[in-house]
């Protein structure tokens, strides 16, 4: 399951077709059920760079598509699954550890700890790994980031950082505000951390407008190589969004 498509190296997107692949989603990702309905709706793949995997660590990992990234909440899990050989060298893993029931919570209790501890693992096992780490706490969050971003270039894991601020599109001002003191945060510790943003087409099942959410995106995609795109109940929004920044031609 070696994931072929890194960022500096030359390759497909993934689930492009040579037909459909456009540059413009490199760095982008999507949650496997969103990507399946943006497929459904737009009647062919959507050619975002990492789809994840939809099981957490109950699943098993040797069953992930090539090129999908295998995401996991639970840093225990991780290990057992590198021990057993369901997740091997090259592999790539969507490190989402929350403060939610899938994130043990002994893990949650130390997340700095646990970060850094996953950057070493994925530096030892030549694994890509994006590091999603997520708080209420603005402050913690930030400290969370911070630690991916540090320990990754301290280990020399082939990481990227998400800076999960979705919901705040809804004030794009205080979005962009978020997200730029992130990226002068982690790059002051480490120059050359990779990082993309939490954007969300609805929060609580309602549409956030497309102006706040195009505005998030505009004033901040110089600083990051990348977004996760959250549609979770408005994937026609999630498609506008994609067609109104030129990413997918209009339906």
């Known amino acids: 399951m070696a994931f072929s498509v890194l960022l500096g190296m030359t390759g497909a997107l993934v689930a492009a077709s040579p037909a ?9 990702m999507l949650a496997q059920g969103e990507y399946d309905r943006f497929t459904a709706y737009y009647g062919k793949p959507i050619p975002v760079q990492w789809v994840t995997c ?6 098993n990992p040797s069953s992930c598509p090539q090129g999908r990234l295998i995401r996991e909440t639970n840093y225990f899990a991780l290990v057992k699954e590198i021990n057993q050989g369901r997740i091997q060298n090259g ?8 403060t939610w029931s899938q994130t043990p919570r002994r893990q949650q209790a130390h997340p700095e700890k646990y970060i850094c501890l996953t950057d070493a693992l994925a530096a030892k096992h030549h694994l ?10 603005l402050s913690v969050r930030l400290k969370e980031q911070e630690a991916a971003a540090n320990c990754a270039a301290k280990d020399g894991t082939n990481e990227v950082t998400e800076l999960q601020y979705q919901g705040s599109e ?33 929060l609580k099942n309602k549409a956030v407008p ?5 505005r998030s ?12 795109l959250n549609c979770n109940t408005k994937t026609a929004e999630g498609v506008r969004f994609f067609e109104d920044i030129g990413a ?4």
């Open 20 to 28: 459909s692949a456009s540059t413009s989603l490199k760095g982008w």
């Open 54 to 59: 939809s099981f957490y660590p109950a699943g």
């Open 91 to 98: 592999d790539s893993v969507l490190a989402d550890y929350e």
């Open 128 to 137: 890509f790994l994006i590091q999603s780490p997520w708080n209420p706490i």
């Open 170 to 202: 809804v004030n794009p001002a205080r979005y962009v505000q978020l997200i730029r003191r992130a990226v002068r945060r982690l790059h002051a510790l480490a120059k050359n951390a990779r990082m993309i943003g939490g954007l969300a087409t609805d």
């Open 210 to 214: 497309m102006r706040d959410i195009l």
């Open 217 to 228: 995106y505009r004033d901040t995609k110089h600083m990051l190589i990348g977004y996760w």
């Open 248 to 251: 997918i031609p209009a339906k």
